[in-house]
């Protein structure tokens, strides 16, 4: 596996990816109607494209292919966070979490923030964030619980 930047030109299969993933891993946590309002957010390819060249993209690759990604918004919130639904519990999060860490200290920040789905919470606190708010989102009508979380940086 290799890490590298994302471009432009990834945005396509970064997408791909983030709608199987949703629908098969977070089946068990949100409802179709959720899952359905959630992927949605696709649709603004706008924001997509801001996502990558506004903020620091991190590409996990294994055999040519993405088999996931973070993002780090402005030093230091996690705005994107996907591990392909054939590699989970590989690894690959904790990877690309860590070097998303890496980014946010060389960026001189303090605390890490991520907006965390029910789905991906254990995960998170495994890395030492903690939940500072339970959120209700409503996306075309339908409410998506989540979880506004941080994590001190040493």
Do not use: P
């Amino acid at each position: 596996m290799i890490f590298k930047k994302a471009t432009v030109s990834d945005l396509t299969e970064m997408q791909e990816m983030y709608i199987e993933t949703i629908q098969w891993v977070c089946k068990s946590d949100y409802n179709s109607l959720q899952i359905n309002a959630w992927i949605s957010g696709l649709n603004n390819t706008q924001r997509w494209v801001k996502v990558i060249y506004e903020q620091f993209v991190l590409l996990a690759i294994a055999d040519n292919k993405i088999v996931g990604y973070g993002t780090l918004k402005d030093g230091n919130y996690i705005d994107l966070f996907c591990v392909h639904k054939d590699f989970q519990r590989q690894g690959i999060a904790d990877k690309i979490f860590s070097q998303l860490e890496i980014e946010a200290r060389k960026e001189h920040s303090k605390v890490i923030t991520a907006d965390v789905s029910i789905t991906a919470k254990s995960f998170f606190e495994k890395k030492g964030f903690i939940i500072k708010a339970e959120q209700k989102n409503i996306r075309l009508g339908v409410e998506l619980m989540n979880y506004k979380m941080e994590k001190e940086l040493q």
